[in-house]
């Protein structure tokens, strides 16, 4: 069983920046792929940014290209995601979501584990 708890969620303006953080407590937190999924109101869930297990290769969707990055510290078994220039559309609830030993390429996003989200409102 894996749990995961973000934080650092909030209220900022567009062209904020804003960085959420996800704690795993898994054993062998390196052999988990992780990511960022995240629900705006009325809306489907939405794959935003995954960091495989191994090398740590990443993909992100393309609403976020080159204003989001995801990163891990496996030490610290905590995944992140750093999100500059925000939008008013990036307005959601954000999940840290894992997978054990899966490689995710953005449209294979599926994910067994996922915490409890984390609000980010972006105002105009």
């Known amino acids: 069983q894996v749990r995961l708890v973000e934080s650092g969620g909030g209220l900022v303006q567009v062209g904020d920046s804003l960085r959420l953080s996800c704690a795993a407590s898994a054993r062998s937190f390196r052999l988990y792929s992780m990511g960022w999924v995240r629900q705006a109101p009325g809306k489907e869930r939405e794959f935003v940014a995954a960091i495989n297990w191994g090398g740590g290769s990443t993909a992100y969707a393309d609403s976020v290209k080159d204003r989001f990055t995801i990163s891990r510290d496996n030490a610290k078994s905590t995944v992140y995601l750093q999100m500059n220039s925000l939008k008013s559309e990036d307005t959601a609830v954000y999940y840290c979501?894992?997978?054990?030993?899966?490689?995710?390429?953005?449209?294979?996003?599926?994910?067994?584990?996922w915490g409890q989200g984390t609000q980010v409102t972006v105002s105009t």
């Open positions: 979501a894992a997978r054990y030993l899966a490689s995710i390429s953005g449209s294979n996003a599926n994910f067994d584990y």
